[in-house]
């Protein structure tokens, strides 16, 4: 069985600060995990994901996010806010690199707001 | 090439009536999710299809939902005498598989069923 956890239903940060979501997980599987960007009205976008490997992963738009499997977290940051990332980021777990049969466990969200 | 379409975009339906959703799927990938968005519950996995066959129909809500996929391409989502808590954003996703694993989820637009 899997969870996630995100902390923080909003946040908000000023456009040039440094952005930071927080994830933490349960797995009773080595988890694979993801960070997808929710856009008002549209599906889903895959940001970065962590399979196996490197603990930190680099995505698209500048964010990154590092697997830290003492704690549990899978945290996204991003040095330098823009206003074009106000949006609602999800993270999510699974058992396989993709989701496979069990498809994948989403956080409840995490909705972005950035102060001009 | 296209994205996964999901049709229709926007649905609005009476109580007790049923209605049909329907998800393109990218070409070629095998892999076929749906997933549901609702203010209360968050994003929650429905079901997987690989190919025509869907292992595991348990994370259906009710018996009133069902899904079927023909032709491993197009896939329908069904709900009979819809209820008031059935609105929400049903989401589809697709992506390519290889042995055992699934690989990345690319998401559809959604449709916003409202259940009046």
């Known amino acids: 069985a899997q969870s996630v956890t995100q902390l923080g239903s909003h946040v908000s940060v000023s456009e040039g600060a440094l952005v930071l979501l927080r994830c933490n997980y349960s797995?009773?599987?080595?988890?694979?995990l993801f960070w997808y960007v929710q856009y008002p009205n549209q599906g889903l976008q895959l940001l970065l994901k962590?399979?196996?490997?490197?603990?930190l992963v680099k995505g698209i738009n500048g964010f990154e996010a590092e697997f830290k499997k003492s704690e549990t977290s899978f945290h996204l940051t991003k040095p330098s806010a823009h206003m074009s990332d106000a949006a609602e980021y999800f993270c999510?777990?699974?058992?396989?690199?993709?989701?496979?049969?069990?498809?994948?466990?989403f956080g409840k969200g995490t909705h972005l707001i950035i102060q001009p | 090439g296209a994205g996964v379409s999901q049709s229709p975009s926007n649905k609005v339906t009476e109580k007790g009536k049923d209605v049909e959703l329907r998800c393109d799927p990218i070409?070629?990938?095998?892999?076929l999710y749906w997933y549901r968005q609702s203010l209360g519950q968050g994003l929650e996995f429905l079901i997987y299809?690989?190919?025509?066959?869907?292992?595991?129909k348990s994370g259906l809500p009710s018996d009133r939902f069902s899904a079927e996929r023909t032709g491993g391409s197009v896939s329908t989502l069904t709900i009979q005498r819809t209820q008031q808590e059935d609105s929400a954003v049903y989401l589809c996703?697709?992506?390519?598989?290889?042995?055992?694993?699934?690989?990345?989820?690319?998401f559809g637009p959604g449709t916003r069923l409202t259940v009046t």
């Open positions: 996703a697709s992506s390519l598989v290889s042995g055992r694993f699934a690989y990345e989820q690319y």
């Open positions: 797995s009773s599987v080595p988890p694979y």
């Open positions: 962590y399979t196996t490997g490197a603990t």
């Open positions: 999510a777990v699974s058992g396989g690199p993709g989701g496979g049969a069990d498809g994948l466990t």
């Open positions: 070409s070629g990938h095998t892999a």
């Open positions: 299809f690989q190919g025509n066959s869907a292992p595991d």
